[in-house]
């Protein structure tokens, strides 16, 4: 083994450590459901702002996104301020009644907040129906994170891809199984730090090896195309509108993401959570500025025909010394693998709370939530290995669905509209199912269709997939505004 991989290796060794240690010290402060799957409300601003931004970013952004930029050229970036304003508007907007109302009515996750204000069947049926909805999109968005944690075993160890994903697997569920959503949000808290690291050292080291600003623009314009070196990526006017659309639509999917939401639930106070805002926000602006660096230098580095999500692990491989080049690789990698673990938390808490697997085995909620997760994480195991997909088809495919099946209805209820269960439930079955149905009407050649199905294809196809990420919020929109019964309280 080359000098590179022994200190990828080591580091590597050293940090799992750090994280199964974490999880051994928060295993002590989880007595009740609460403590497993909010932390008891307890995250004070530094814990829940950089954890929030890992659990939001991690290896769709240094991966993902970073391949976007290098792939798409500067149309990319139209992404980012809608992104930005995910952030804003869940911390800013939706995280003061998300806080209080956790601490009034005592909800454990974004189900009970869905739910909230309904009769006791109406709350039954609205968690079952989330859950189900959570479990089938966090299932893929879990194999997303597997298949890029094995896709780093395999670029730095030349690992087979079976024995990658199962070493980023076990690694995830001890710490999680252990300490629960206190030991997910203090390795998150240290994922976003060296992320926040990461993306600082790498940009700067691909800019000053593709010659600087002046060297990496005159490397484009002498290589790429005039569409690729726009920002309007050369689209017609109607085009490039719905381009924009759609990739905002990215920071609109924020607005329902359970991972997401439960970190403004489980903060403390208000004051943490204003503060929280401020450590998250720099930390994205920081990071996408970095990866956007990365993007454009890796293309004038590698030139086009790269796998765009491996230009990350190839910059970091060929242009920084071997030394800091396998420290960066190792902390990355423990990153990715370690993003994981707020999803499977989620969707056990779906799975043991929501559809009430845990009130069957009162007194062992969390030993029936451990359980449930290891079964999750298997069946994403079993994904990541037979369905190969691109992290970022996959992580964007969830974010879209359950953005528009919980993003309506949490939008709704913070502005004080109550709406009945009936159209909970509807506007719930319309978002999930129209982004569904465009995600699947994206993936057919439209050349083979005829009648109603060309239009359907055409516009699922649309560049920044907007029928996809926005159409489907709007039918859902309507169906709580036409179902309200009463200011929510």
């Not at 076990?170 to 206190?182: A, E, K, N, R």
């Not at 088809?393 to 949490?410: C, D, E, M, N, T």
């Not at 978002?431 to 005829?450: E, K, P, R």
């Not at 926005?470 to 200011?487: C, D, E, K, Q």
Request: a neutral charge; proline letters at 3%; charged letters at 10%.
């Amino acid at each position: 083994m080359s000098q590179e991989s022994l200190i990828v290796l080591a580091t590597l060794i050293a940090y799992k450590l750090l994280l199964v240690g974490v999880g051994v010290w928060a295993s002590k402060r989880n007595q009740t459901e609460s403590d497993f799957f909010i932390a008891g409300q307890g995250l004070g601003p530094w814990v829940a702002g950089l954890s929030y931004a890992a659990s939001t970013s991690s290896a769709w952004v240094l991966l993902g996104f970073s391949g976007f930029v290098y792939l798409n050229g500067f149309s990319a970036l139209w992404m980012v301020p809608g992104i930005w304003a995910g952030y804003v508007a869940i911390w800013l907007w939706f995280g003061r009644r998300l806080r209080s109302e956790t601490a009034e009515q005592g909800h454990v996750t974004t189900g009970d907040f869905l739910a909230g204000g309904q009769s006791a069947g109406g709350k039954r049926l609205i968690g079952a129906v989330a859950a189900a909805m959570i479990l089938f999109c966090f299932i893929f968005y879990i194999a997303a994170q597997f298949g890029a944690a094995a896709q780093a075993f395999e670029t730095q160890f030349a690992l087979p891809r079976v024995e990658s994903v199962l070493v980023g697997a076990g690694v995830v569920l001890i710490y999680s199984l252990l300490g629960g959503f206190w030991a997910v949000s203090v390795t998150d808290m240290l994922q976003g730090a060296l992320m926040l690291l990461v993306a600082l050292l790498l940009p700067i080291a691909a800019l000053i090896a593709a010659g600087g600003p002046s060297g990496v623009m005159a490397t484009l314009q002498a290589n790429e195309s005039a569409a690729w070196l726009s920002l309007t990526g050369d689209m017609p006017a109607m085009v490039l509108i719905g381009f924009i659309v759609g990739v905002w639509g990215v920071g609109l999917g924020a607005l329902g993401q359970p991972q997401l939401i439960t970190r403004l639930m489980a903060v403390k106070d208000e004051a943490a959570r204003k503060r929280g805002f401020q450590i998250a926000i720099i930390w994205a602006i920081a990071v996408f500025a970095g990866m956007t660096v990365l993007g454009l230098s890796g293309r004038a580095l590698v030139g086009a025909g790269s796998n765009g999500e491996a230009v990350f692990y190839q910059v970091a491989r060929d242009y920084l010394p071997p030394i800091v080049g396998g420290l960066v690789i190792a902390a990355v990698l423990s990153a990715v693998m370690s993003t994981v673990d707020s999803i499977l938390l989620v969707a056990a808490s779906a799975v043991s709370r929501d559809l009430g697997v845990a009130r069957r085995f009162r007194g062992q909620e969390v030993t029936v939530s451990r359980i449930v997760m290891v079964a999750i994480a298997l069946i994403a195991v079993w994904m990541t290995l037979d369905l190969p997909s691109t992290i970022f088809a996959r992580v964007l495919f969830a974010w879209a669905a359950l953005g528009a099946a919980f993003g309506p209805v949490i939008v709704m209820r913070v502005v004080g509209v109550q709406s009945g269960h009936t159209a909970v439930l509807a506007a719930m079955i319309v978002g999930f199912g129209l982004t569904v149905f465009f995600n699947a009407m994206g993936a057919l050649d439209a050349s083979t269709l005829s009648g109603p199905g060309v239009v359907a294809a055409q516009w699922a196809q649309l560049p920044g997939d907007p029928f996809e990420r926005v159409f489907p919020w709007l039918p859902a929109l309507l169906i709580l505004w036409f179902g309200r019964v009463r200011a929510a309280v």
